[in-house]
Nanobody
Framework: QVQVVESGGGLVQPGGSLILSCAAS????????MGWYRQAPGKQRELVAN???????NYVDFVKGRFSISIENSKKTMHLRMDSLEAEDTAVYYC???????????????WGQGTQVTVSS
């Protein structure tokens, strides 16, 4: 089985910074991509940023210039550096890992349990 575990959430003041980390482990043949999603109270889960194992990154408009994503393929670990945080960034942040379990098999999606990020003074 595959486990996805997030860490690094917490309380930060507006304008502050936070780094989230996510580690995927288990019977993974290859890591295809990893991404961060978030869900604020009363809202749907939305994409924040993702990155392929080849290093191609994608950011949604509301975090461009403020957030930075990186992947350590050998460790199957992803980091999200968040700068200039705003109250609107308050949400539960979820890690998604897309992996192959077997050669020539389909890509599987695995999710972490989420980590709370609260931006407040």
């Amino acid at each position: 089985q595959v486990q996805v575990v997030e860490s690094g959430g917490g309380l930060v003041q507006p304008g502050g910074s936070l780094i989230l980390s996510c580690a995927a482990s288990g019977s993974i043949l290859s890591l295809e991509s990893m991404g961060w999603y978030r869900q604020a109270p009363g809202k749907q889960r939305e994409l924040v940023a993702n990155m392929t194992s080849g290093g191609s990154a994608n950011y949604v408009d509301f975090v461009k210039g403020r957030f930075s994503i990186s992947i350590e393929n050998s460790k199957k670990t992803m980091h999200l550096r968040m700068d200039s945080l705003e109250a609107e960034d308050t949400a539960v942040y979820y890690c998604n890992a897309q992996v192959r379990l077997l050669p020539y098999s389909r890509i599987h999606d695995f999710w972490g349990q989420g980590t709370q990020v609260t931006v407040s003074s």
